[in-house]
């Protein structure tokens, strides 16, 4: 199976239900068959090219949301920072240090359900002047509505970076406060707009196999163009604080997968990366993955990106 599989018609639309269940389910040196094949795949597609993003955390904590997972809710007890908007040189320096390092793709993100009428008009500001330095602007600023994801398409913005998460079964086990539905509405609005969309997903919640897999064919039916797939890192305060991480093969095996199913769309390794993969941080590569995020996270800290780099070069691949 594992010999034939990229020669099959699957291999340009991505795999059925039933072969990623059977991949998600191998164990042994097999998993390291699933790696070879999905890195295939991943070299057939996307070269050997990474695809490299950076974030500000441009507004942080007094979330009213409660996902279960984040230090930035006010219902969490977590230590993590709180402060209002950034401003414009803060946000300015940040974008043009992480184009340095050959970042592609910079995104703002706000804490909040949705940033209110005057903060929009200060990101439209930032996201014009991000694009002025040559990068391409992103932004996770929650669930918006047509009109205000317009209005950052008109300012500049490229791509709309709004998570499910997890599958539309598990999602009410992690946040009570709005709706997966809620999520697929703001990416149809954020499509409509003729925004670039990244969706994904955090692993390690507690969610099956099932959930993981609901999930990549729920992206994979809305066409997104990017998955984000992140790590949870346990945050004391928040109730997944005492959650045990995933096993290091078992975070490439979600990329391998994931790989499969949507074999023409950006893979990108994010939050929780070196806590989740150690000494395996080299390996999202040949599981199949072609992009991550350089640098640090929301709130937790990332590896250094000279590490990085170094990382993408011995590997034998380009930025």
Avoid at 121 to 149: N, R, V
Avoid at 185 to 214: M, P, Q, V, Y
């Amino acid at each position: 199976m594992f010999q034939t599989a990229t020669h099959h018609s699957s291999c340009e639309q991505g795999i059925d239900k039933k072969s990623a269940f059977s991949f998600a389910e191998k164990k042994g040196a097999d998993i390291y068959d699933l790696f070879a094949l999905a890195n295939r795949v991943r070299i057939k597609f996307k070269g050997n090219r990474v695809d490299l993003c950076s974030i500000v955390n441009a507004k942080s904590g007094a979330c009213p949301e409660d996902c279960s997972f984040c230090a930035q809710s006010a219902r969490n007890n977590s230590s993590s920072d709180v402060y209002p908007l950034k401003n414009a040189t803060n946000i300015i320096e940040t974008a043009a240090a992480a184009k340095k390092h050959g970042v592609k793709r910079f995104c703002v993100v706000t804490s909040g359900k949705s940033p209110s009428d005057k903060e929009l008009d200060e990101i439209c500001g930032h996201i014009y002047e991000i694009k002025k330095l040559g990068l391409s602007p992103c932004a996770t600023l929650g669930m918006l509505g047509p009109e205000q994801l317009k209005k950052l398409k008109k300012a500049g913005l490229h791509r709309y970076h709004h998570n499910l998460e997890t599958s539309e079964t598990f999602f009410s086990e992690i946040c009570t406060t709005h709706t997966y539905d809620d999520k697929i509405k703001t990416i149809h609005a954020a499509k409509s707009a003729g925004l670039s969309i990244c969706s994904g997903g955090i692993f390690g919640l507690g969610e099956t196999w099932n959930d993981r897999i609901e999930m990549a064919f729920a992206l994979r039916e809305i066409n997104v163009d990017s998955v984000p797939i992140n790590f949870l890192t346990p945050v004391d305060g928040t109730p997944m604080a005492g959650r045990e991480m995933l096993d290091p093969l078992e975070a490439l095996k979600i990329i391998a997968v994931y790989r499969l199913i949507m074999p023409q769309t950006q893979i990108r390794v994010c939050g929780g990366r070196p806590a989740a993969l150690r000494s395996l941080n080299a390996l999202i590569f040949t599981a199949g993955a072609d992009g991550m995020l350089l640098g640090n996270y929301l709130t937790t800290l990332g590896r250094r990106p000279e590490d990085d780099l170094q990382m993408i070069n011995d590997m034998g691949l380009v930025i």
